[in-house]
């Protein structure tokens, strides 16, 4: 990433928008003005994107997307995104929904690649089948990196929310793994999620959902 933003980049809108089509390998709709403050206290901003194929930041300069170096990810300590804010931590960037000294609750942006390959049946008709495309066999390729992918590929974008407390560490994939969590407020967590309508794809809807049952413990 350099240190200043290209003015002559305007708006790049992505096709698909990440809370209408879950299956959307970026998270946000489109790139985005950011700031990277790195480790020894140096800042940078650009134009930035989280794909969740690479598991990575994708840099949009002079109309061409570019994946952030392993050394400059490595070295960030915060990357803010309008009010978001990502941290690296091992190998990839976490999300931070909400962190106080007793609590953290991280989710994680997991996107698998699929490719759509026609093959012949028994009886000698084609069909479509879909195989699941190891990442790291194409993870240096553009087509990761691409917007729109080509017909070829989809993309499944799951979610994983971290949640460390003083009881420990504890992993959710979906919202019924929340409520089995918190089973002891069966109740309240079903008429709050009727009530919020709560999205487990929404990061800001799951987290307020947690907060609430913490504050019930």
Do not use: C, W
């Not at 933003?5 to 946000?28: C, E, P, R, W």
């Amino acid at each position: 990433m350099k240190k200043t933003i290209t003015t002559a980049v305007t708006a790049f809108l992505v096709m698909f928008s990440f809370g209408q089509n879950k299956k959307d390998h970026y998270v946000f709709p489109e790139f985005k003005e950011a700031l990277a403050v790195f480790k020894d206290g140096s800042q940078q901003k650009g134009y930035l994107n989280y794909n969740g194929l690479t598991k990575n930041f994708a840099l949009l300069e002079d109309g061409e997307i570019k994946s952030v170096s392993k050394k400059d990810a490595k070295n960030v300590d915060m990357v803010y995104i309008e009010n978001r804010k990502f941290i690296y931590r091992g190998d990839q960037f976490y999300e931070i929904i909400f962190r106080t000294s007793k609590v953290e609750l991280l989710v994680e942006y997991n996107a698998t690649l699929k490719t759509n390959t026609e093959g012949r049946n028994a009886y000698g008709s084609s069909s479509q089948t879909t195989s699941t495309q190891v990442v790291s066999t194409v993870e240096n390729s553009s087509v990761l990196l691409n917007t729109e992918l080509p017909e070829a590929y989809s993309v499944e974008m799951k979610l994983n929310y971290i949640l460390t407390d003083k009881k420990g560490t504890e992993s959710f994939k979906s919202l019924n793994q929340i409520k089995k969590h918190y089973a002891k407020h069966k109740k309240q967590y079903k008429a709050y999620v009727k009530a919020k309508d709560v999205d487990f794809y929404d990061p800001a809807s799951v987290g307020a959902l947690i907060s609430y049952l913490k504050s019930l413990s």
